[in-house]
């Protein structure tokens, strides 16, 4: 994704609207919803978008200070937004617990503002938190591995309160799926995805429905 510079299509009438209710979901509905930031968008919509009991993955940004961002306003870097996913998930399939196993697995939470060739604070290792309880998880985990010293270098993650979700432009939504053979896709995705299948494989969807 990122390192492309073609031009790409503002955000839709109806992805503004969107996002003005970022985070609701059917009253009706049991599932929750999560926000994460691990590089590039593509890579990490196309890892939760295998995980069983996740209904959608929703790629787009946040945490900056400026309304209905475009691709192209995020990529100078003034916008302060990250860029996210957000994930609308069934808890009784599976839990926030599991979601944080598999973010902390599948990206470098100890390279501030960079992931793999994707540099700049867009790319920023971050938690977004819709509620008490996922903030204090999220929090709770993070020290387990600091105590654990699961990673050689310390974690920089940082775990905030979630803020308006800004859908980005379909040109960007489901990216891996639809271009799993482009450069970036086999260099950056397919790997993160060969490691979700050895260390989560119990706990992903069938192929034909990712």
């Not at 973010?103 to 867009?122: K, S």
Request: net charge neutral.
């Amino acid at each position: 994704m990122c390192t492309l510079t073609r031009l790409r299509l503002a955000a839709t009438v109806v992805g503004t609207l969107c996002a003005l209710s970022g985070n609701a979901i059917a009253e009706d509905s049991p599932n929750e919803i999560a926000t994460f930031g691990g590089g590039c968008y593509w890579c990490v919509e196309a890892v939760f978008q295998r995980i069983e009991g996740v209904e959608s993955v929703a790629p787009g940004f946040m945490g900056g200070r400026t309304s209905n961002p475009t691709y192209q306003q995020v990529m100078t870097g003034r916008t302060g937004h990250v860029e996210v996913v957000k994930i609308e998930f069934d808890p009784s399939v599976v839990s926030y617990e599991t979601l944080l196993q598999v973010f902390f697995r599948t990206h470098d939470p100890t390279t501030r503002n960079r992931q793999g060739p994707d540099v700049g604070t867009r790319y920023r290792s971050v938690i977004f938190c819709h509620t008490d309880e996922q903030k204090s998880t999220a929090n709770e985990y993070k020290r387990l591995l600091m105590r654990q010293k699961t990673f050689r270098s310390p974690i920089v993650t940082s775990i905030e309160d979630a803020e308006t979700f800004y859908p980005t432009d379909a040109d960007h939504s489901n990216f891996f799926n639809r271009n799993k053979q482009s450069p970036y896709c086999v260099a950056n995705i397919v790997p993160k995805l060969e490691k979700l299948q050895k260390e989560f494989g119990d706990q992903l969807k069938s192929e034909e429905n990712q």
